[in-house]
């Protein structure tokens, strides 16, 4: 957990030795707040503590706000969803005892927030038995310190990463989630102008995303403004400089910090007009990216090559654009580390 921390680089985190069960993981999780010999810097007590669990990785800060909220009102608070299957009761042979009218009954789901000094009163008096076998804190709440929580209803995010299934449903959902917004860049030749508008509009209605920026120079402090939203990037070019100007977008991204947590996605966009230049000559001058690419991977950095290859005003030019959105919105879902290097054909 410790090189965790240092490797993504997060700040005014404690870790804290775990139990053998849940409940007493989150007693020594509290104790740390009133005992200053167990943390190398003193930790000051706080009115609201949030409880959650590592399984439930795609919380949101609206979730968490609202049981802050309803902790400080009524003592604790949790989120809950509603039931999928109907629990039943089985005898002592196997056989249906009862059912619970599946309507009347939620399940339990983190975060749940609680007034310090209730959940930590309540841990103080539970018996070892509630330690060792109890798996619900609103109930010790309730238990022993008579606070009846307040229960607000949570999203569908909540669910918890249990089997090996659920990683694969977490790795899509955290694909999408960073597919959401790109940012289109381009140098300041009037035909990457051109066409960076014409993707930026063919995106738009073809693609799935919150919002798309399109800047006509790297400049670091347009950049700047989207950097902590977006993990996408297309660099758009004409100029036989290209890789000066990735190198420089790079250098941004990595002083930005922000492919730490994930990778970014940067799709080097080269346009060669047919008149000034051949189809081959323009793969040729690709041709270092894939080396270039095995590079900047170490910096969480997914490099690919996009040739553009067109005719002026040809009539066609919008085929050409609504081939290459498609290519650039399969490569930022997919986020695919054995594509890097790659040039494809637009």
Request: proline letters at 3%.
């Amino acid at each position: 957990m410790k090189s965790i921390i240092e490797k993504y680089g997060h700040k005014r985190i404690t870790v804290v030795e775990g139990g053998v069960t849940r409940h007493r993981s989150i007693f020594n999780g509290l104790k740390i707040f009133l005992n200053s010999k167990l943390s190398s810097c003193p930790l000051q007590k706080p009115e609201v503590v949030i409880i959650h669990d590592a399984v439930r990785p795609f919380v949101e800060e609206d979730i968490l706000l609202k049981v802050v909220l309803a902790a400080k009102e009524h003592g604790a608070a949790g989120a809950i969803r509603p039931l999928v299957s109907t629990v039943v009761a089985s005898s002592v042979d196997g056989s249906l005892d009862h059912s619970l009218e599946r309507a009347r009954y939620r399940a339990s789901e983190m975060p749940q927030a609680f007034v310090f000094d209730i959940i930590y009163q309540a841990y103080n008096q539970c018996s070892d038995y509630d330690l060792d076998y109890g798996t619900e804190c609103l109930h010790l709440a309730l238990k022993y310190c008579k606070t009846n929580a307040k229960l607000i209803e949570g999203s569908p995010d909540l669910w918890k990463v249990t089997y090996k299934r659920d990683l694969y449903a977490a790795e899509s959902i955290i694909k999408d989630n960073l597919s959401q917004q790109v940012c289109v860049t381009t140098d300041m030749k009037e035909d990457s102008m051109q066409l960076g508008f014409l993707l930026h509009e063919t995106l738009k209605s073809q693609v799935k995303v919150k919002g798309i920026s399109v800047f006509l120079c790297k400049n670091d402090n347009c950049l700047q403004n989207i950097l902590r939203q977006c993990y996408n990037f297309i660099c758009i070019n004409a100029k036989k400089s290209y890789f000066q100007e990735i190198q420089e977008l790079v250098d941004i991204i990595e002083n930005a910090s922000i492919s730490v947590l994930h990778p970014v996605v940067l799709i080097s966009v080269y346009l060669t007009a047919s008149e000034n230049m051949s189809f081959s000559n323009g793969i040729e001058e690709l041709a270092g990216i894939k080396e270039f690419a095995r590079e900047v991977e170490k910096k969480n950095v997914l490099v690919y090559g996009l040739l553009i290859h067109y005719i002026k005003d040809d009539p066609k030019l919008q085929e050409t654009i609504n081939s290459a959105a498609a290519i650039i919105s399969a490569l930022i879902k997919d986020r695919n580390p054995e594509l890097i290097g790659q040039v494809l054909v637009a």
